[in-house]
T-cell receptor, first 115, second 114 residues
C-alpha cells in the first residue's frame, strides 16, 4: 500500500524568506501523481502544485516549486518569497495513475509566516 | 471559481446518535469522495462514488457508514450509531473522470462525538 510521510508537523518562516516542506512516500508503482495541497484555516483544501512521476522536470507554479527525487521517493515543496497568505496547513498527497482515484495523504505541515 | 461546499462546518453529536454530513460537489463533476482526518493523524480515504454507486471503499467504511446522492446535487455521508472515535474532520471532494482531472475539496466538517 502507498504511504505518504510528512515529518514536519509545524514549520515557520519569515515573510519574504524561503521555506522547504518535506514529503516522502512509498510505492511499488512506477507511474503516479504527487500533489501539494494548501488548506488555510476554515477554508477549502486547494491544489498548489502537481507532479507527474514520468516527468523528470520539477514542477513550478510562480513562487512554489518542488524537488522531486523519484529514486529517493522524495517530494519537497519550496515556497519562495513567503507571504502572510501562505500561512496554512500543507498536505502532500499521492495518487496512482492505474489503480483507482483515491488520494493518499500525509499528516500535514502547519506553516506559520512571521511578519 | 467553482467550489465544493460542506455543511455544517461543525457538528456535535451524542454517542450513539446518527449524523448526516452534507456536501454539494461541483455541478458537472462525476466522481465524489469522502475523506476523514482524525486529529493529528493522516487524511484517510473513506469512499468514492460514481454513477450512483460506490466505486471504492476503504476498510474504515464499514456498515456504520453510508453515502447517498439523494437529489442530483447533494452528496451525503451518514454515520449511524456514532462512536467517540468517529470524531474527526470529514472532507468531501469531487472531480471529473480521468487521471489528469483535478480534485476539488470542501472546507471540511468537524464532527465531535461526546
Amino acid at each position: 500500500a502507498q504511504t505518504v510521510t510528512q515529518s514536519q508537523p509545524e514549520m515557520s518562516v519569515q515573510e519574504a524568506e524561503t521555506v522547504t516542506l518535506s514529503c516522502t512516500y512509498d510505492t511499488s508503482e512506477s507511474d503516479y501523481y504527487l500533489f501539494w495541497y494548501k488548506q488555510p484555516p476554515s477554508r477549502q483544501m486547494i491544489l498548489v502544485i502537481r507532479q507527474e512521476a514520468y516527468k523528470q522536470q520539477n514542477a513550478t507554479e510562480n513562487r512554489f516549486s518542488v524537488n522531486f527525487q523519484k529514486a529517493a521517493k522524495s517530494f519537497s515543496l519550496k515556497i519562495s518569497d513567503s507571504q502572510l497568505g501562505d500561512a496554512a496547513m500543507y498536505f502532500c498527497a499521492y495518487r496512482s495513475v492505474n489503480t483507482g482515484n483515491q488520494f493518499y495523504f500525509g499528516t500535514g505541515t502547519s506553516l506559520t509566516v512571521i511578519p | 471559481e467553482p467550489e465544493v461546499t460542506q455543511t455544517p462546518s461543525h457538528q456535535v453529536t451524542q454517542m450513539g446518535q446518527e449524523v448526516i454530513l452534507r456536501c454539494v460537489p461541483i455541478s458537472n463533476h462525476l466522481y465524489f469522495y469522502w475523506y476523514r482526518q482524525i486529529l493529528g493523524q493522516k487524511v484517510e480515504f473513506l469512499v468514492s462514488f460514481y454513477n450512483n454507486e460506490i466505486s471504492e471503499k476503504s476498510e474504515i467504511f464499514d456498515d456504520q457508514f453510508s453515502v447517498e446522492r439523494p437529489d442530483g446535487s447533494n452528496f451525503t455521508l451518514k454515520i449511524r450509531s456514532t462512536k467517540l472515535e468517529d470524531s474527526a474532520m470529514y472532507f468531501c471532494a469531487s472531480k471529473n473522470p480521468g487521471t489528469e482531472a483535478e480534485a476539488f475539496f470542501g472546507q471540511g466538517t468537524r464532527l465531535t462525538v461526546v
